[in-house]
């Protein structure tokens, strides 16, 4: 269908070498887009670019540390060289540590607000010039249930998602008639690297999102395909400044 057509359209997906950030970029590769896999790790970077070429789709990796603002302007620059525009930011790449604020350092508190939101900063700065050049954009952040509710043991997380609501919001307002849509996703509970840990270090979670979830199962990078190639698309061009769950209902259960 036209309106959710991406061919001719090149992607970045931050942290798109594994987890939501894959799910979220192999739905734009189907839906014809050129993918950019922009993660730290250069053995999943590759994994992934293979995973997207299967899908038809043109995929290359820059490998990337969200921490580092020169190497987010490297990232848009290395995008516009090799694959001559930029479309489509997604702003995926995220880390959680788990600890009460009471025990939490500043070292960690740094790290995690710097890499879940500093980041989504410092790359929508510098994919602005190059979409504001083209004549529009997408760009999508991704939040979480911790943008609306609070945890003990996610003092930095709940407030780096909380956060990029707010910086969504902004950057919604700010660019819109540039014809730059900016929204966030809110993940639920989703079956990733990053909750494998969680389950085991936090007991009874795993049954706890199960019985607060109405979908009554864990999400799936896979869940998240058509929610990007929505946002990413012109299907989503008079839609700005959202958060939308993707979380099969847990924000709506008691
Ligand atoms: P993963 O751990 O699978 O993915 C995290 C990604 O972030 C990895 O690809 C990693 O790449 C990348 N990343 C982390 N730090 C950096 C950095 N400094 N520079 C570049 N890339 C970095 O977890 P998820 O897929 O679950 O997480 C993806 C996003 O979804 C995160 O923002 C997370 O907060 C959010 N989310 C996840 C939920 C869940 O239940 N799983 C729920 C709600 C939100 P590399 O390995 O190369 O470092």
Same mark, same amino acid.
């Given at each position: 269908m036209r309106l959710f057509d991406l061919k001719g359209k090149v992607a970045i997906v931050t942290g %798109?070498? %594994?987890g939501i950030g894959l799910g979220m970029a192999k739905g734009m590769a189907e839906a014809g887009a050129d993918i950019v896999v922009a993660g730290r790790n250069t053995t999943k970077n590759a994994a992934a670019v293979e995973a997207l070429g299967k899908l038809g789709a043109r995929a290359v990796a820059i490998e990337h540390d969200a921490t580092d603002e020169g190497s987010c302007k490297a990232l848009v620059n290395g995008t516009v060289q090799m694959l %001559?525009?930029?479309d489509i930011l997604v702003n995926n790449a995220g880390i959680n540590i788990r600890k009460t604020p009471d025990v939490m350092t500043l070292d960690e508190w740094n790290q995690v607000i710097t890499t879940n939101l500093t980041s989504a900063f410092m790359c929508s700065n510098a994919a602005y010039p190059e979409m504001k050049r083209a004549g529009g954009g997408k760009i999508v952040n991704i939040g979480s249930m911790m943008s609306i509710f609070g945890a003990p043991f996610v003092p930095a997380y709940a407030a780096s998602k909380g956060g990029i609501v707010q910086f969504t919001r902004s950057c919604a307002t700010a660019w819109a008639r540039d014809n730059i849509q900016v929204n966030a996703i809110l993940p639920g509970w989703i079956d990733t690297d990053l909750t494998k840990r969680a389950r085991v270090e936090v007991h009874g979670l795993h049954d706890r999102v199960l019985a607060r979830t109405p979908a009554g199962r864990w999400g799936t990078p896979e869940d998240h395909a058509g929610i990007a190639v929505f946002l990413a698309?012109?299907?989503?061009?008079?839609?700005?400044g959202t958060a939308i769950p993707v979380d099969g209902g847990f924000s709506v259960s008691g």
């Open positions: %798109g070498n %594994g %001559g525009r930029l698309s012109a299907a989503s061009d008079f839609v700005t």
